[in-house]
């Protein structure tokens, strides 16, 4: 049986803005150790900081992901992305998490596939950290550095499914973002850029050295975007494809490596 809920609790976070205030109250109570902890937590949501941040994990295709403060949460959306990645995977894949934050994305992945081998990157210490404590007991390396520049060599043509949940939001757009993800969340995890793509461009140029025969590239990004990922895909030789789904504001494009040089 959830344990009561204060009243007073629930007004301050609807106060707050708190859409689903009584969701919210139950969750803060149910983690809270003890009645400080409470009071602290609660303050904590009610300043604005991300719900996840404040509880320490979010729950993501069917899995509870660490999130510590100033890391990427991973959204609903993302899920898309996790789903299409499993379903091109082959047997035994080898699957990178580049920009991986918590490493969410790619922990998602290989527990929808069986006996793959995960490695995720990130460029922000304070996410490769967060991520090493899912990564790693999920049987997965984690590595810090600028996309490919962290990786070892060994990988190199061995990535049979390449996944990124990269910055895309246009940097002048960066104001426009909720403040949970504007002032609490890295940079970094957000600015994709003069036009969004920076990153989404280094990523699909650098990818065919890195990936395996008949591998795929799969990217979150935004349905308005979706054109010029593909035009950046199909300038590094990869053959693209886009999939949407309408209900959760979702686009992702997956390139596919040929199996021919």
């Known amino acids: 049986m959830p344990p009561p809920v204060s009243p007073d609790i629930v007004t301050r976070l609807r106060a707050a803005g708190c859409v689903f205030a009584e969701d919210e109250a139950r969750l803060l ?9 409470l009071v602290a937590m609660v303050d904590r949501r009610a300043s604005g900081e991300p719900l996840e941040h404040v509880l320490g994990y979010v729950d993501f295709a069917g899995l509870r992901i660490r999130v510590d403060p100033g890391v990427f949460v991973p959204r609903g959306r993302t899920e898309l992305l996790v789903r299409q990645a499993a379903s091109v995977a082959p047997p035994r894949a080898v699957v990178l998490d580049l920009c991986c934050g918590s490493g969410a994305v790619g922990v998602a992945v290989v527990a929808a596939l069986d006996q793959a ?12 950290r ?7 007991p999920a049987g997965g390396q984690v590595y810090e550095g600028d996309l490919y520049d962290a990786l070892p060599e060994a990988l190199r043509g061995r990535i ?13 757009e960066i104001g426009l973002l909720p403040p949970e993800a504007r002032v609490h969340e890295a940079r970094a995890a957000l600015d994709g850029g003069r036009d969004g793509l920076d990153v989404l461009r280094r990523i699909a ?14 990217v979150e990004t935004s349905e308005q975007q979706a054109r010029e990922t593909v035009e950046a895909f199909s300038r590094s030789g990869l053959v693209p494809r886009v999939v949407r789904c309408d209900e959760h504001d979702a686009t992702v494009v997956i390139g596919a490596m040929p199996w021919r040089r």
């Open 29 to 37: 109570v149910t983690a809270a150790q003890t009645p400080l902890d």
């Open 117 to 128: 081998e995960l490695y995720a990157a990130d460029v922000d210490p304070l996410a490769v």
């Open 130 to 136: 967060c991520a090493r404590r899912t990564v790693v």
């Open 160 to 172: 049979d499914v390449l996944v990124a949940n990269a910055p895309y939001v246009p940097t002048q």
């Open 205 to 218: 140029a650098g990818a065919p050295q890195w990936m395996a025969p008949g591998g795929h590239l799969l």
